[in-house]
């Protein structure tokens, strides 16, 4: 015999199969049956489908799904979005990483849960590709914001100066972080497309300066800088050896074996979806390469006043870990999916709608 309808979504909403519920719920309010209350069919199934698209990280909509709600829930996922036009005063994540973060170690948490390893490794791989913004966020009071990026830059950042070690990759990005938010929507929406993911990459460069680190004292891990600019130097010293310590684990992890996972992971083809086992096995190696000690003892994630969070049954164990060291603050999975599923299931789980 077939469940009841809200059993049978609370089931779903609970094991976090979110487009599964949408789907049911969708089917049932098309054509509904006598007794039906179809607003709270319709509520919960806005409310199952806002958690689909959270949990597929559709950053760009977040806004937009947000503002459809007022349940708290709804400020944290705002926070956590990028910034659809230039100037909007909610600066998401461009003001600050940490919502995303903590919504992007959720989202590794949920998929693993249902199984799914290949968006596991996609999941890693978007936590390494703004690791380098992170670290930099507690020095430049904020993540790569292009719109506060000329006041908190001097010097050859994004010039053409042959003195300045950044490749033109990275010079093309210093240089667009610096007036992407003052022409059209258009221009700005290009800059996050292709320029802003790679923002970390360039500032990461200025971190890994000689005036703050000793050539052989810790990992060569890229270029450095041997003539920093005035605002790598403005900190104090051990700021900016924490900072440059930041730096290099962020890039060791996006240099490991569970990032390098992803490339190998094509979608199509019908080979290279990662095993369950292929996962374990690269991340037990990136793990490893994380933990190794540094000539200087300086390896942030081993410091015995790291930040640490306890995260039970992680499903990258240590991946909060390293989030929290790279950021200097303790980070771990959020609970802003969590929540749209629970509200959904108070919707439905009560006896007046069975």
Not at 15 to 42: E, K, T, V
Not at 160 to 189: E, F, I, M, W
Not at 262 to 268: D, E, S, T, W
Request: hydrophobic fraction near 45%.
């Amino acid at each position: 015999m077939a469940l009841p309808l809200p059993e049978a979504v609370i089931a779903l909403v609970s094991n976090h199969w979110y487009d599964a519920a949408a789907s049911m719920l969708a089917q049932r309010s098309a054509a509904p049956l006598p007794g039906d209350d179809c607003a709270l069919i319709d509520e919960a199934g806005r409310m199952a489908t806002a958690a689909k698209r959270v949990l597929d990280l559709d950053a760009e909509d977040f806004g937009t799904i947000a503002a459809g709600f007022e349940q708290p829930w709804a400020v944290a996922l705002a926070n956590a979005r990028f910034p659809l036009e230039p100037r909007e005063p909610n600066r998401g994540a461009l003001g600050s990483l940490v919502p995303l973060y903590e919504l992007m170690l959720e989202v590794v948490q949920l998929r693993s849960a249902r199984q799914e390893s290949l968006q596991v490794v996609v999941t890693a791989h978007l936590i390494g590709e703004y690791l380098g913004h992170l670290a930099w966020e507690g020095t430049l009071g904020h993540a790569g914001d292009p719109a506060r990026m000329r006041a908190s830059t001097d010097g050859r950042w994004g010039s053409d100066d042959p003195a300045c070690p950044h490749t033109s990759a990275q010079r093309a990005t210093a240089k667009r972080s610096l007036n992407a938010c003052d022409g059209d929507v258009p221009g700005y929406t290009a800059y996050l497309d292709r320029f802003h993911s790679r923002l970390g990459d360039a500032l990461s460069v200025c971190a890994m300066n000689h005036a703050s680190i000793a050539a052989g004292d810790r990992p060569d891990v890229g270029e450095t800088c041997a003539d920093p600019c005035g605002f790598a130097l403005r900190p104090p010293l051990e700021h900016r050896r924490h900072l440059d310590a930041r730096v290099r684990l962020a890039r060791i992890y996006q240099d490991s074996p569970i990032v390098a996972l992803r490339h190998h992971a094509p979608v199509g083809h019908f080979f290279g979806v990662p095993s369950v086992a292929e996962i374990s096995d690269a991340w037990l190696r990136t793990w490893d390469k994380l933990t190794q000690q540094w000539p200087d003892g300086c390896n942030p994630l081993l410091a015995p006043d790291a930040p640490r969070v306890a995260v039970e049954d992680e499903a990258l164990p240590g991946l909060s870990a390293l989030v929290s060291a790279v950021a200097q603050r303790p980070l771990g999975p959020g609970h802003v999916i969590r929540d749209i599923g629970a509200d959904a299931i108070a919707l439905l789980d009560d006896p007046r709608h069975r």
